[in-house]
């Protein structure tokens, strides 16, 4: 392929095209809002484990947890695919949470080769401190924002979202 082909975009339909051009010449929208989005992931983590680093658990390991406590009981192959990891790297981080007592697995009644992820009581007692956390750094990221302001930046987030094939949740 050619070094030309390759530096032109896919065409869209024009409509979004020349939209899309519009505003990458006035706010230089490849770069601009790509990082915003990549730092303010970065930063909202970084707020979040602030908050949280007296529970001893590191950010991945949350992830794992407030994932299955929301749906417990998923195989390791589907928690690796909620949580968008490998399931070798889930696996050490499963084995150090069973370690520590935030998790059980047991075998699949259906499947022999399955094994599925619970959530112990354990978590519930740091619930409270983690909503805290959660709310303490929103509070932080929206800080200045008036309510209205912050339903219209939900929305808009939403419809990128559905934009690029994601569901609305």
Same mark, same amino acid.
């Given at each position: 392929?050619?070094?030309?082909?390759?530096?032109?975009?896919?065409?869209? =339909?024009?409509? #979004?095209?020349?939209?899309?051009?519009?505003? &990458?010449?006035?706010?230089?929208? @490849?770069?601009? *809002?790509?990082?915003?989005?990549?730092?303010?992931?970065?930063?909202?983590?970084?707020?979040?484990?602030?908050?949280?680093?007296?529970?001893?658990?590191?950010?991945?390991?949350?992830?794992?947890?407030?994932?299955?406590? &929301?749906?417990?009981?998923?195989?390791? +192959?589907?928690?690796?695919?909620?949580?968008?990891?490998?399931?070798?790297?889930?696996?050490?981080?499963?084995?150090? *949470?069973?370690? $520590?007592?935030?998790? +059980?697995?047991?075998?699949?009644?259906?499947?022999?080769?399955?094994?599925?992820?619970?959530?112990?009581?354990?978590? @519930?007692?740091? *619930?409270? $401190?983690?909503?805290?956390?959660?709310? $303490?750094?929103?509070?932080?990221?929206?800080?200045?924002? &008036?309510?209205?302001?912050?339903?219209?930046?939900?929305?808009?987030?939403? &419809?990128?979202?559905? =934009? *690029?094939? $994601?569901?609305? #949740?």
């Amino acid at each position: 392929m050619s070094q030309t082909a390759r530096k032109r975009p896919a065409k869209a =339909n024009s409509a #979004s095209h020349r939209l899309y051009e519009q505003l &990458r010449a006035q706010f230089d929208v @490849e770069h601009t *809002l790509g990082w915003l989005f990549h730092d303010i992931h970065r930063l909202l983590n970084k707020a979040f484990e602030g908050r949280i680093v007296g529970m001893g658990l590191t950010r991945p390991q949350w992830r794992v947890l407030i994932t299955l406590r &929301r749906d417990d009981g998923r195989t390791q +192959t589907e928690l690796a695919d909620l949580v968008e990891m490998e399931k070798a790297p889930l696996g050490k981080i499963l084995d150090k *949470l069973e370690k $520590g007592g935030w998790i +059980t697995r047991r075998g699949d009644p259906d499947d022999r080769r399955a094994r599925r992820v619970y959530c112990t009581a354990k978590i @519930e007692r740091h *619930l409270t $401190g983690i909503a805290e956390a959660a709310r $303490g750094t929103f509070a932080q990221a929206l800080a200045g924002m &008036r309510e209205g302001e912050v339903k219209k930046l939900i929305d808009r987030l939403q &419809r990128l979202k559905r =934009n *690029l094939g $994601g569901e609305e #949740s």
